[in-house]
């Protein structure tokens, strides 16, 4: 079973139905899908399939260079954000790491390969799951080698403080220590990242992005890294297996973050439909819901005796259970925030299962 949402496939499977049967809430993506450039440019440009990409992605990654602001020698894409997880912890060959839990699995993963010492820095339900001053000290304590973070957290949704992040940047600055920053939600946060105008002033700060969730490309998979540590990105570059990046997505990567109508379009919409499902889910008293950021909700089931992914599932719907992240238990869940009318089918759905005031 996939550790991940977005696995409607396996699911399908075990109930017998159709994929498309499935309302899935579990994987994080854009509920407005693609933009008409995005379709206009598929369309249009099929031919790229029956020849090689550019093998060194000389446009994509100027483009991206580009939209923020910074030397294309300062970054790299990646087939999606994760292909970037692996190829970074393969270049720092880290020692020891610290992860906060819970967190995404895949840094797990990554570093388990290379036989890294992992350091667990929990967050804690009683501090509402965010980092404090005490993450300062324990990496001043521990001294990582490298120091995974996500802004926002996955699955929690939530930002850290900013003056923290700040704290922590100069931190690992000084101490050497490589501070891999997870901003694959970044661009559902209108403001963007408060880290990327440190890129040009460090040299141990790593910034990962995802093209696949906001931009609804899960299926054509793209994501970039940003560092001011240029022999890291042309190390990168170097030791890549060749086109690991396909020629649509590569063609569709150039025009995303230039494409406004849809960005201001999504932040709009995401942000009434978030707003409507987070005062919903607050009106039943057996769930604990925390004030999202970005396009989905984390949220804990205080009943002891009801599987909410399971009884979810007798409707049709899928939600992503937290039982597999560390740290957690099978009373937290995620859901993503869908259009309008699907929204409020869940909502419907949680009515016949909790009752909004017990």
């Not at 498309?20 to 008409?36: H, K, Q, R, T, V």
């Not at 894409?77 to 720092?92: C, D, F, K, S």
């Not at 992005?209 to 990168?236: D, E, M, Q, V, W």
């Not at 932040?267 to 439909?273: L, M, T, V």
Request: include cysteine.
């Amino acid at each position: 079973m996939s550790e991940h949402g977005g696995n409607s496939v396996e699911i399908a499977q075990q109930l017998g139905i159709a994929p498309e049967a499935l309302l899935d809430f579990s994987a994080n993506i854009n509920p407005l899908g693609l933009s008409a450039r995005v379709k206009s440019l598929i369309t249009t440009h099929l031919e790229l399939i029956e020849r090689y990409p550019d093998v060194e992605y000389r446009h994509l990654h100027q483009a991206l260079a580009s939209a923020n602001h910074c030397d294309v020698e300062q970054v790299i894409a990646g087939n999606g954000a994760t292909e970037l997880i692996y190829g970074l912890v393969r270049a720092l060959s880290p020692r020891s790491a610290m992860l906060l839990v819970p967190g995404f699995a895949e840094y797990r993963r990554a570093l388990a390969q290379q036989g890294c010492r992992v350091i667990e820095y929990r967050l804690e339900e009683s501090q509402g799951f965010q980092p404090d001053q005490q993450l300062l000290e324990a990496v001043r304590q521990q001294r990582p080698d490298c120091l995974f973070i996500a802004t926002p957290n996955n699955p929690t949704g939530l930002m850290p403080d900013a003056q923290l992040l700040n704290e922590l940047v100069e931190l690992c600055e000084t101490s050497q220590i490589a501070l891999i920053v997870d901003e694959a939600f970044i661009d559902f946060l209108p403001q963007g990242s408060s880290l990327a105008a440190r890129l040009a002033d460090s040299n141990y700060l790593y910034l990962l992005r995802s093209l696949t969730k906001f931009f609804a490309i899960p299926g054509l998979r793209l994501g970039y890294l940003l560092s001011g540590n240029r022999a890291t990105i042309r190390h990168l570059k170097d030791n890549r297996e060749p086109w690991s990046i396909n020629g649509l997505a590569s063609l569709v990567g150039q025009h995303l973050l230039t494409d406004d109508d849809y960005i201001n379009l999504s932040h709009q919409y995401i942000a009434r439909q978030r707003e409507y499902l987070w005062h919903a889910l607050k009106q039943f008293t057996s769930l604990v819901v925390w004030q999202p950021t970005a396009n989905y909700l984390f949220f804990k089931c205080t009943h002891q005796h009801i599987n909410l992914k399971s009884a979810l599932l007798a409707q049709r719907i899928l939600i992503r259970h937290c039982e597999n992240y560390p740290g957690l238990d099978s009373h937290f869940y995620r859901v993503a925030v869908r259009r309008e009318d699907e929204n409020r089918q869940l909502i419907q759905a949680l009515s016949q299962i909790l009752t909004p005031d017990s």
